[in-house]
Nanobody, 117 residues
Framework: QVQLAESGGGLVQAGGSLRLSCVASGRAFSSYDMGWFRQAPGKEREFVAAVWSRGSTLYGDSVKGRFTISRDNLKNTTYLQMHSLKPEDSAIYYC???????????WGQGTQVTVSS
């Protein structure tokens, strides 16, 4: 098990950028696949991006070309760099971790991202 803590959310104008961070406490961070998800009011949770333990990445269609996920195993940290933000990107963003091939069963508390038009 790992404990996850997100930071970096806030209010930004459309077209702006933000970088979210997710710090993990616990052992063997490098063994975990890390993901970012988001949930807007009244909507289902949506997959945003993932970076596997071996470094491969995957993105949701709505963020491809605008968001970049990365990880620093020495700092036990996962990042989500977001560019060209749109109002529809507004949501609570959650960091999640899983030991492959399991499910995401470690979740952070979330960080709010609000994009104004």
């Amino acid at each position: 098990q790992v404990q996850l803590a997100e930071s970096g959310g806030g209010l930004v104008q459309a077209g702006g950028s933000l970088r979210l961070s997710c710090v993990a406490s616990g052992r063997a961070f490098s063994s975990y696949d890390m993901g970012w998800f988001r949930q807007a009011p009244g909507k289902e949770r949506e997959f945003v991006a993932a970076v596997w333990s071996r470094g491969s990445t995957l993105y949701g269609d709505s963020v491809k070309g605008r968001f970049t996920i990365s990880r620093d195993n020495l700092k036990n940290t996962t990042y989500l760099q977001m560019h060209s933000l749109k109002p529809e990107d507004s949501a609570i963003y959650y960091c999640a971790a899983r030991l492959p091939p399991g499910r995401y069963d470690n979740w952070g508390q979330g960080t709010q991202v609000t994009v104004s038009s």
